[in-house]
């Protein structure tokens, strides 16, 4: 069985996932390729926490990203609302354990710079997606999948405390 974290222990996870997506991994760029915290973060919460709550969660991470990163917002919003929601019901009928969270976050690093691409693309901004797909999406997934490896770490140590 899951364990699960107190309300505190998350708004301090959001809080701090906010901060350092903010400050610090939206700096670090390697050939025009950013860490999103944000995924590992929500794959692990899904994993102990309700599908309702980790999907408002969620919303509520990436609605304030969109606002300080993005042209256009509540896209990321929306894309992580409805990742959360069905990653939070799998990962409840499937046993869940590390590798599959990082198979999660490849496979949702993925799908999701994918359909925010597409959207982006209906609203005519300038995107270079065939030449973003031919490389720099596969060193964004496996950044990507190393976060998750210490945010999952860290959400073990976190999850000793009562349901949220």
């Known amino acids: 069985m899951v ?25 670090f760029n390697i050939d025009g390729i950013s860490i999103n915290l944000s995924i590992p973060v929500i794959i692990s919460l899904a994993s102990s926490t309700s599908k309702t709550k980790v999907s408002y969660i969620a919303l509520v ?3 304030i990203e969109d606002i ?4 256009i917002i509540g896209i990321r919003a929306l894309v992580y609302f409805l990742m959360a ?3 939070a019901d799998f990962t ?27 959207i982006f693309i209906l609203f005519n ?11 720099p999406i596969f060193v964004e997934m496996l950044l990507n999948s190393i976060i ?4 999952n770490f860290i959400f073990k140590k976190l999850s ?3 349901r949220y």
Do not use: A, P
Not at 125 to 135: C, M, T
């Open 92 to 118: 409840k009928s499937q046993k869940y354990n590390r590798f599959f969270g990082v198979i999660l976050t490849l496979i949702l690093t993925y799908i999701t710079y994918l359909f925010i691409s597409l």
């Open 3 to 27: 364990k699960r974290m107190s309300r505190l222990k998350v708004t301090i996870i959001v809080i701090l996932d906010i901060i350092l997506q903010s400050t610090v991994f939206s700096r």
């Open 148 to 151: 998750f490896i210490f945010v």
């Open 68 to 71: 300080m990163f993005s042209n």
């Open 125 to 135: 901004n300038n995107l270079d997606l065939l030449n973003y797909l031919k490389g």
């Open 61 to 63: 991470i990436d609605l």
């Open 85 to 87: 929601f069905f990653i």
């Open 160 to 162: 000793k405390g009562r």
